[in-house]
């Protein structure tokens, strides 16, 4: 028979084990390939509605990817997005089932729905704690986002504390003029950030990293896509041909055409 010590010690190693084992928030993805990561990893934060997801998103993803060397570019789609107010939004599922598809092929990239499970609003700074917190000691976060969105991020919902969390990648996008600098950014936003000109990046006071980053000017946008499916146009080219056979299946975006 087992003694009383010997039964607490295989207790405490199972309870390590499960532990050990329990899943980080990137750890649970739709491919049984996506499970098993190498430590540390870099972790591309890439949000959006995707309504519809298209070519242009996909190539600047994977630019991004192969420029910083990420591990893992996580596509992760917004539940109620906080500044899209003009306009109904895609079902969840449609968004979601998209992105998947589009995704497929590429090992580089992962569908995050980290988004979906909250109530309310997809904040950033939400979904940004949500990773910090679940990350390996020596992981790195990158978060994503367009020029027009990081102009406007000083009425972000704790902005301040965002930069503190990641680094930021910020990219060109087709048809902004701005150039590719803090220059035009709120004395607010300008003031926590040092220019370092023999690494060419801005540095965080915290330590984080600012980068901006051209991309390949691809013009191609979601509502231009969305006004050809309401008005009976050809989309394709402008997306991936899974999606395209998505929306049509769906029946998506026929009844509405937005201004341009």
């Known amino acids: 028979?087992?003694?009383?010590?010997?039964?607490?010690?295989?207790?405490?190693?199972?309870?390590?084990?499960?532990?050990?084992?329990?899943?980080?928030?990137?750890?649970?993805?739709?491919?049984p390939e996506d499970r098993v990561f190498q430590y540390p990893m870099k972790i591309g934060l890439f949000g959006g509605t995707f309504d519809p997801i298209h070519w242009g998103h996909l190539r600047n993803a994977e630019e991004v990817r192969e420029a910083f060397s990420l591990d893992r570019l996580l596509?992760?789609?917004?539940?109620?997005?906080?500044?899209?107010?003009?306009?109904?939004?895609?079902p969840v599922r449609d968004r979601v089932a998209m992105v998947r598809l589009a995704i497929a092929k590429n090992p580089g990239f992962?569908?995050?729905?980290?988004?979906?499970?909250?109530p309310g609003k997809s904040y950033s700074i939400d979904t940004v704690r949500d990773f910090a917190k679940s990350r390996g000691p020596k992981d790195s976060l990158y978060f994503i986002l367009g020029l027009d969105a990081f102009l406007?991020?000083?009425?972000w919902k704790e902005f301040e504390v965002i930069f503190s969390l990641c680094h930021f990648i910020v990219t060109s996008r087709p048809g902004c003029e701005d150039s590719l600098s803090l220059g035009r950014m709120p004395v607010a936003v300008r003031r926590l950030f040092c220019y370092?000109?023999?690494?060419?990046?801005?540095?965080?006071?915290?330590?984080?990293?600012?980068?901006f980053f051209k991309l390949t000017d691809i013009a191609i946008s979601a509502s231009d896509i969305r006004n050809r499916v309401k008005e009976g146009k050809s989309i394709r080219y402008l997306v991936p041909l899974q999606v395209e056979s998505y929306i049509k299946r769906r029946g998506l975006y026929r009844g509405r055409r937005e201004g341009r």
Request: with cysteine; glycine share 4%; net charge positive.
């Open 1 to 31: 028979m087992c003694s009383t010590r010997s039964l607490r010690r295989t207790a405490q190693v199972r309870l390590r084990s499960r532990v050990s084992r329990t899943p980080r928030i990137w750890d649970v993805f739709d491919r």
């Open 196 to 211: 370092d000109r023999r690494e060419k990046f801005y540095r965080h006071k915290s330590g984080t990293k600012l980068y």
């Open 75 to 90: 596509f992760i789609p917004a539940g109620i997005p906080p500044h899209k107010r003009m306009r109904p939004v895609t």
């Open 110 to 118: 992962t569908l995050s729905t980290v988004e979906l499970s909250r």
């Open 152 to 155: 406007d991020i000083g009425s």
